[in-house]
T-cell receptor, first 109, second 115 residues
């Protein structure tokens, strides 16, 4: 089974709508990373969460970490077409990252 | 800071040929990583360098794969006798030790197609 499960697998929203992407780990989370990837390109670092209850924001994107549930959520407020892409969560352990399969976000204008 | 760069961006080769990819990390970063990503999957860890030392290799890295980082700067990933199953995006990332987060910054990737 996958070490990191992301949900939903894909999401289509209308521009201006809010949305949430979830990431659940089967192992203890020492560090949880969120990246964004445009199709066929590299990963862009968004945020890193380390402590339970930690919440970080960057522009209209907010990420939270629930250490006890071994879960993280990524919330986008008032989505824009520029938010479209694949969102990946990654668990840090011994210098390497283990990723989920990603969530494909489409934002319709 | 020009970011992580990778060359080439795309490579098409015939089965059985050897290919080599290059990665130039962010200049002050002493850690360098290689990942492989196939369609619909997240990146999978292949190997990791701290300076010039290769400290960890995934079991995904078969004997046909070799990675080097001479002088602790750029790195190369070579695949010998390529197979169709090697078709994937090869991603390089770098980070710096000593920071609390050890955030990895990724390059644009090299897309390999084996015919």
């Amino acid at each position: 089974s996958q070490e990191l499960e992301q949900s939903p697998q894909s999401l289509i929203v209308q521009e201006g709508k809010n949305l949430t992407i979830n990431c659940t780990s089967s192992k203890t989370l020492y560090g949880l990373y969120w990246y964004k990837q445009k199709y066929g390109e590299g990963l862009i670092f968004l945020m890193m969460l380390q402590k339970g209850g930690e919440e970080k924001s960057h522009e209209k994107i907010t990420a939270k970490l629930d250490e006890k549930k071994q879960q993280s959520s990524l919330h986008i407020t008032a989505s824009q077409p520029s938010h479209a892409g694949i969102y990946l969560c990654g668990r840090g352990s011994n210098y390497k990252l283990t990723f989920g399969k990603g969530t494909l976000l489409t934002v319709n204008p | 800071d020009t970011g992580v760069s990778q060359d080439p961006r795309h490579k098409i080769t015939k089965r059985g040929q050897n290919v080599t990819f290059r990665c130039d990390p962010i200049s002050e970063h002493n850690r360098l990583y290689w990942y492989r990503q196939t369609l619909g999957q997240g990146p999978e860890f292949l190997t990791y360098f701290q300076n010039e030392a290769q400290l960890e290799k995934s079991r995904l890295l078969s004997d046909r794969f070799s990675a080097e980082r001479p002088k602790g700067s750029f790195s190369t990933l070579e695949i010998q006798r390529t197979e169709q199953g090697d078709s994937a995006m090869y991603l390089c990332a770098s980070s710096t030790s000593g920071s609390s987060s050890d955030t990895q910054y990724f390059g644009p990737g090299t897309r390999l197609t084996v015919l």
